[in-house]
Nanobody
Framework: QVQLVESGGGLVQAGGSLRLSCAAS????????MGWYRQAPGKQRELVAI???????NYADSVKGRFTVSRDNAGNTVSLQMMGLKPQDTAVYYC?????????????????WGQGTQVTVSS
């Protein structure tokens, strides 16, 4: 089992900045990718930014150039630096960790999720 504990978030004015952090603990040896997703009211959860164990990143088009995802050297903490925030960035942000699962009949990923942290951007 993997536990994800998030910190950061809050209320900020448009154009402002926030930083989210997420620490993973437990059985983390098979975690290969960590990152952030978000869910706004009435919408589906969507990818914001992820970073793999080799440092490669993937961002949603809507946040490119404004958000930066990073990971510590130990690989068990992921952060999201958010700049130039917009009201449409308002959502609950969830930390995600992907664990490789290999059995005789299955090979894929198992997702772990944090409890979510609210980010509200006022206009």
């Amino acid at each position: 089992q993997v536990q994800l504990v998030e910190s950061g978030g809050g209320l900020v004015q448009a154009g402002g900045s926030l930083r989210l952090s997420c620490a993973a603990s437990g059985s983390i040896l098979k975690i290969h990718t960590m990152g952030w997703y978000r869910q706004a009211p009435g919408k589906q959860r969507e990818l914001v930014a992820i970073i793999s164990s080799n440092g490669s990143t993937n961002y949603a088009d809507s946040v490119k150039g404004r958000f930066t995802v990073s990971r510590d050297n130990a690989g068990n903490t992921v952060s999201l630096q958010m700049m130039g925030l917009k009201p449409q960035d308002t959502a609950v942000y969830y930390c995600n960790a992907k664990e490789e699962v290999v059995t005789w009949s299955f090979r894929g990923d198992h997702d772990y999720w944090g409890q979510g942290t609210q980010v509200t951007v006022s206009s």
